[in-house]
């Protein structure tokens, strides 16, 4: 006859182990002998071997006591679900492992490959990090409102990186971002100057307003915003593109032609 601490290490399990199943009713727990003590019988060795390798297994404790009592294809049908549900939860973690190595890498969280090639260019034409996380976070929110979007996006968007005006006025934005500047320093009017032209091309070129195809002004509104958060000058970049004749640098929008709203798709 062994004792609570004899059988635990028999078993390879701990006493509070033991103690547990006891409670939970997995194990039953014998009468005290005269000396005050409980001692288990061989009985006692294999119905706890059986509950440690079970829940080893990746059996939930609440299951294992009907499986103990399940004749074999019931015990075979309990097995074929554990073993679902434990695939379910290996694919589960895996997505989550890479989530978490997403976050090590810092701008592939919540982005898509093409996104991430784009940032990485920013960085070789001279883009400062700071401007690059500002850039990461535009499309994090750009992304999230119009995933199917991004594919057709993206290429153009990484061909104006072979344009030399595009990169000064990155390489702009960067040195303003870095040695800082008051209202009047001619680089924001210069920045300025660059993006009223190009808006001012893109409209002679036919391109339209994106808004015309998603028929959703907040994405806009949230690029201006998330820019004044990051830096509060960025307003007056605003108030530069407003005196050129745009509502904003996100939109191919002039402020002497209005536009109603439509607010987000399907509203």
Same mark, same amino acid.
Not at 49 to 56: G, I, K, S
Not at 101 to 114: E, H, K, T
């Given at each position: ?15 509070r182990a033991v103690r547990h199943y006891h409670q939970i009713g997995l194990l ?10 409980? $001692? ?12 440690? =390798? ?42 989550? $492992? ?114 015309? =195809? =998603? ?26 593109? $407003? ?25």
């Amino acid at each position: 006859m062994l004792t609570i601490g004899q059988l635990a290490a028999y078993a390879g399990v701990t006493v509070r182990a033991v103690r547990h199943y006891h409670q939970i009713g997995l194990l039953p727990e014998p009468e005290r002998d005269a000396s005050g003590y409980r $001692r288990y019988g061989a009985k006692a060795v294999v119905a706890l071997v059986r509950v440690r =390798t079970l829940a080893n297994a990746g059996v939930p404790l609440a299951r294992i006591g009907e499986m103990l009592d399940a004749d074999a294809p019931a015990f075979a049908g309990a097995i074929e679900r554990i073993d679902r549900h434990l695939r379910d939860e290996i694919e589960r973690l895996e997505t989550s $492992r890479k989530q978490i190595a997403q976050l090590a890498a810092g701008d592939s969280l919540a982005l898509p490959p093409s996104v991430i090639a784009y940032l990485d260019r920013l960085r070789a034409i001279g883009a400062s990090e700071r401007l690059v996380a500002g850039e990461r976070d535009g499309w994090i929110l750009v992304s999230a409102r119009w995933p199917e979007y991004i594919g057709a996006i993206m290429p153009a968007k990484m061909a104006q990186l072979d344009n030399p005006r595009v990169v000064r006025l990155y390489r702009l934005f960067s040195d303003l971002f870095e040695t800082g500047g008051d209202r009047g320093d001619p680089r924001l009017a210069e920045a300025a100057d660059i993006m009223a032209a190009m808006l001012e091309e893109a409209r002679s070129a036919g391109e339209g307003d994106p808004r015309d =195809t =998603t028929h959703d002004d907040l994405p806009f509104h949230l690029l201006d915003a998330l820019a004044v958060e990051s830096d509060p000058r960025a307003e007056w970049m605003l108030d530069l593109m $407003r005196e050129r004749g745009w509502a904003s640098w996100t939109r191919l929008e002039r402020l002497d032609e209005p536009r109603t709203s439509t607010g987000p798709a399907g509203s």
